[in-house]
């Protein structure tokens, strides 16, 4: 799943090779990859999605067995843990929570952002909630306004997470 802007995203070699075979995006996230929305597509065998399908439509993506909302905005973290879900990429999370899939997010935010109270709630409610959050000592750091290097993102991390979360619930399966 991707949230943020276009100059911060994982290498498409990477997905295939993690095994991806789904993507998701935020309606404007999928705007600014433009041309490489088919190229995603191909690699993964399945369209990309940024907004909910009607309930005519069939469902053509595989169920998901581990979600990853990354870089995941200041607006996101937010929405995700007040449970607004106007946009699909929080829709679709915050019933992963409810299917019991393993949920990792990693925010891309800056220190400004983080000084407003709510932030910090949402954290804490995400990660009540189960959801793998990869902020602050061990994941991201926000930087001051202005200096982030979005080339320096951890997406490794994230999926190095997502792995980890999906290895242990298959360990937790009779």
């Known amino acids: 799943m991707c949230d943020g802007e276009r100059r911060s ?16 995006c935020r309606h404007d996230a999928a705007r600014w990859l433009g041309d490489d929305l088919p190229a995603l597509e191909e690699l993964t065998g399945h369209p990309v999605r940024s907004q909910y399908k009607l309930p005519r439509e069939p469902d053509v993506w595989p169920p998901a067995d581990v979600a990853v909302v990354a870089p995941a905005t200041f607006n996101t973290i937010n ?40 932030f910090d709630t949402s954290v804490a ?27 320096r993102y951890p997406w490794q991390l994230a999926l190095d997470t997502a792995a980890s979360a999906l290895s242990e619930r298959e360990a937790d399966r009779p």
């Open 9 to 24: 995203s994982p290498d498409r070699a990477g997905i295939a090779g993690e095994g991806y075979d789904a993507v998701n």
């Open 79 to 118: 929405q995700w843990a007040l449970g607004i879900t106007d946009k699909f990429v929080v829709g679709f999370v915050a019933e992963a929570i409810g299917k019991g899939i393993p949920t990792v997010t990693m925010p891309c935010v800056n220190a400004a952002y983080v000084q407003h109270t709510q």
């Open 125 to 151: 409610t995400l990660r009540a909630m189960g959801v793998r959050v990869l902020y602050g000592e061990g994941g991201f750091v926000p930087n001051e306004p202005g200096t982030g290097r979005p080339e």
